[in-house]
C-alpha cells in the first residue's frame, strides 16, 4: 500500500493538526506521494498568501519530500473513462479532484483526504481520511 496525499491533508499537517500529523509519522515507512494538482494548489495558495516566500519554502520543502505523481497518458485515460461514465450517470466532479483521483487509481494509490464526499462516487478509488479516522 501506498499513499497520495490530497492538498487538505498537506494543509492540515502544516497547520499543526495533531491527528493528522500523527498519521504522517504512523505512515512513515509507506510510501507517500503528491499529484501534480496538489503541486499547483500548493502553489496557487502560496502565491495567494500574505507572506508568498515562507510559503514557498514550505512548498518547495513538501516537493522535496514527497514524490510528485505526473500526469501521464494512462492518467488522462483514466480520467476521461471515469469523467464519461459519470457524465452518462449525471455525476459531476471537478476536473482537478478527478485528475487527483484518476492518478491515485492509475499509480494504484490511496488517496488520503478529508473532501470524501467529492471523491466518494468515483468507482475504484481507495480513500482514507486521515483528520477523522
Known amino acids: 500500500m501506498a499513499y497520495l496525499i490530497d ?3 498537506i494543509i492540515f499537517a502544516l497547520r499543526g493538526d495533531d491527528k493528522v ?3 504522517f509519522k504512523e505512515n512513515k515507512n509507506i510510501p507517500i ?3 501534480m494538482i496538489t ?3 500548493l502553489i496557487f495558495g502560496a502565491k495567494r498568501s500574505q507572506n508568498e516566500q515562507k510559503n514557498m519554502i514550505k512548498v518547495n520543502h513538501i516537493r522535496d519530500i514527497y514524490p510528485i505523481e505526473e500526469l501521464n497518458e ?3 485515460e483514466v480520467f476521461a473513462d471515469i469523467k464519461a461514465k ?3 450517470k449525471g455525476i459531476k466532479i471537478e476536473d482537478m479532484d478527478l485528475l487527483i483521483a484518476s ?3 492509475y499509480n494504484e494509490l490511496v488517496l488520503v483526504t478529508n473532501n470524501t464526499k467529492h471523491f466518494k462516487n468515483i468507482p475504484n478509488l481507495k480513500l482514507e481520511n486521515w483528520k477523522k479516522d
Do not use: R
Open 7 to 9: 492538498t487538505d491533508t
Open 21 to 23: 500529523l500523527e498519521k
Open 33 to 35: 506521494s503528491i499529484s
Open 39 to 41: 503541486y499547483a494548489e
Open 74 to 76: 494512462g492518467v488522462m
Open 86 to 88: 459519470m457524465f452518462e
Open 103 to 105: 492518478t491515485a487509481i
